[in-house]
Nanobody, 132 residues
Framework: VQLQASGGGSVRAGGSLRLSCVSS???????IGWFRQAPGKEREGIAC????????????YYADSVKGRFTISRADAENTYFLEMRGLEPEDTAIYYC???????????????????????WGQGTLVTVSS
């Protein structure tokens, strides 16, 4: 699976952005995650959504740092995945990456809650800059 993230830019604090992640192939069997890396900091997993072909379809996870402000979603018909970001803060400034974990084929894999570990396919990042 090849992924390409886009939609980054520069906004003022309190603003919004929507990041997109396009997959080269259908990724229905993959959990999708969004990560970010700020200058001088370690990469942080911020959100994930379970695979479509999963008993946990649509189940999401958010890191505390973005909970209530960011929303992850998937549009499998368009092989596109989104991260809607509202109430942006200067601390959200980072390069944002999307990633795919899967395919989820076994019963155990399909019933697991998505997490922020074990992602094998990564897209190029998109830069988000939030000014105060």
């Amino acid at each position: 699976v090849q992924l390409q993230a886009s939609g980054g830019g520069s906004v003022r604090a309190g603003g919004s952005l929507r990041l997109s992640c396009v997959s080269s192939v259908k990724a229905d069997y993959y959990a999708i995650g969004w990560f970010r890396q700020a200058p001088g900091k370690e990469r942080e997993g911020i959100a994930c959504i379970s695979a479509s072909y999963s008993p946990r379809y649509g189940i999401t996870y958010y890191a505390d740092s973005v909970k209530g402000r960011f929303t992850i979603s998937r549009a499998d018909a368009e092989n596109t995945y989104f991260l809607e970001m509202r109430g942006l803060e200067p601390e959200d400034t980072a390069i944002y990456y999307c990633a795919a974990d899967g395919p989820k084929l076994t019963y155990r894999e399909r019933t697991e809650q998505c997490g922020m570990e074990g992602y094998e396919s990564w897209g190029q990042g998109t830069l988000v800059t939030v000014s105060s």
